[in-house]
């Protein structure tokens, strides 16, 4: 039986919303919105849910490690069967990349097999429901420049200068 279990923990770049079902991590986010306001809206989103920061203790140990410039290997539980196959096989090659180190669109559509896939991988990585654990802010465009980035009030560059640091 499958069941749906949330929390929001404060961090210094702003609130982690964090979403597990069966116990693997199947979201994470990060909003400036406050505590109550979220909870409000993920007890609407899963109304069969259950806030508990159980699950999520290990998560949040390595991401306040991982924001303090300490590297970390972030060996969780994820799901993404609930994304597409071509957006899944995206995000495994997403996971692989190393610390501080970038990757074009274009050389990720290569990796599986794709020599003009830049744009679609572009629009998975849009769809990416794990950053930062999924390291889609490692992934920028060919001629060097950032491109866009799911988490919303948090940089590629940031995230970036962070690992760069941590490898120093």
């Not at 849009?126 to 950053?131: A, D, E, G, S, V």
């Not at 866009?148 to 009030?153: E, Y």
Request: charge should be positive.
């Amino acid at each position: 039986m499958e069941y749906i279990e949330f929390a929001v923990f404060p961090s210094s770049i702003g609130n982690i919303i964090l979403v597990a079902k069966s116990g693997k991590l199947i979201k994470l986010d990060v909003t400036k919105e406050n505590e109550y306001g979220i909870i409000k809206l993920l007890n609407t989103m899963y109304p069969e849910g259950q806030q508990s920061e159980k699950p999520f203790k290990k998560i949040c140990l390595l991401l306040d490690r991982y924001l303090k410039r300490e590297m970390v290997n972030f060996d969780v539980d994820l799901d993404i069967s609930g994304e597409k196959l071509f957006t899944r096989r995206v995000l495994q090659v997403v996971k692989r990349i190393p610390y501080g180190e970038t990757r074009s669109y274009g050389w990720i559509g290569k990796r599986l097999g794709y020599k003009s896939a830049a744009r679609a991988v572009g629009q998975a990585l849009k769809r990416n429901p794990i950053p930062i654990i999924i390291p889609c802010h490692r992934v920028i465009r060919e001629d060097s420049s950032i491109g866009g980035f799911s988490l919303k009030g948090v940089s590629k560059e940031y995230l970036l200068t962070l690992e760069r640091a941590m490898k120093k």
